[in-house]
């Protein structure tokens, strides 16, 4: 038997026969063989990993699009290193940059980086998907859900509800993301005759609760959450003063985590498909890897899930 023929085998390759595959591998697993990762990408110019780049380690939403980036990562054979820039654009930028000569692509969710920075991130790194941006002459698969759609859907509901004195506290905006949401709901608002008010906010459940007092002193009978986090932080503030949800003040959230149905009363939220976002941004990656180009990007569709923190505006 060949040195070729066994490098073959243990490479993956299909082009040896069943019963010479079977007696390399057997041989193999009989003295403990490993593959050297780092020998085989000095040979084929792949380290079979992919970087991840997030805001926010600890935000269970982009914990869920993680989990789908890595599963089907697994599944082509790919390792996932993951990277948390805490919000800071150049902090994501110089840690895309870092990783580029150690991984094969980069995967970036909701990036804060300028679009030149981002445009040079892709320029490097050869294969780059992004989520929850949209950012035009940038050739890179985008993945996005329905932002327009899903603030409408919010505005309507808290409008059929009696609701005409409304705040939305977004995230920061660096984020794409709050900066769509923010320009939706505006246009909504005026569409259908609403009063909105508009605070920024930072990350967390504790930048909500922070804001809440400030969100109460506009007259909202509603708040417009930039996420769940920043909605349950708000409805505790606004329990511990005695401020009932929904009957004195409704809260909505974004994205459907895990708390947004376990929280009392549980948020009326947009249901952010996170498995879908992580499986598309790795399905853009995949297809660069391997030749096929940048496939087109859609939007997702995001429906409204009504809970028990919105109800009919107090005096209604």
Known sequence: MSIATVSRVLGGSQKVNEEMSRRVLDAAAEVGYR??????????????????????????????ILKAVVTEAKKDGYRVVVIDSIGD?????????????????????????????????????GAVSIVNRLEPG???????????????????????????????????????????????????????????AVLEAEQGVEAGYAIADEALETGATA????????????MTRLHDRGIRVPEDVSVTGFDDIELARFSRPAITTVGTPKLELGEQAWIGLL????????????PISTPLTVRGSTGPAAGA
């Open 35 to 64: 593959p050297n990762a780092a020998a085989r990408s000095l040979v084929s110019g792949r380290f079979r990993t992919i970087g991840l780049v997030m805001p926010d380690v600890g935000n269970a939403y982009f914990q869920d």
């Open 223 to 234: 708040v417009i959450a930039f996420n769940d986090l920043h909605a349950f932080g708000v």
């Open 138 to 196: 940038i050739s890179a698969p985008m993945i996005v859900t329905d932002n327009a759609g899903a603030c409408w859907e919010i505005l309507e509901h808290l409008a059929s509800l009696g609701h005409r004195r409304l705040v939305h506290v977004c995230g920061p905006t660096e984020s794409w993301q709050a900066r769509t949401r923010i320009t939706a709901l505006r246009r909504g608002a005026q569409r259908l005759g609403l009063e909105l």
């Open 287 to 298: 297809a660069q890897l391997r030749g096929d180009g940048v496939p087109p990007s859609t």
């Open 89 to 125: 654009a150049d902090e994501e930028y110089e840690a895309c940059l870092q990783q580029v000569p150690n991984v094969d692509g980069i995967i970036l969710l909701s990036p804060r980086m300028s679009k030149a920075q981002l445009a040079d991130v892709i320029a490097k790194a």
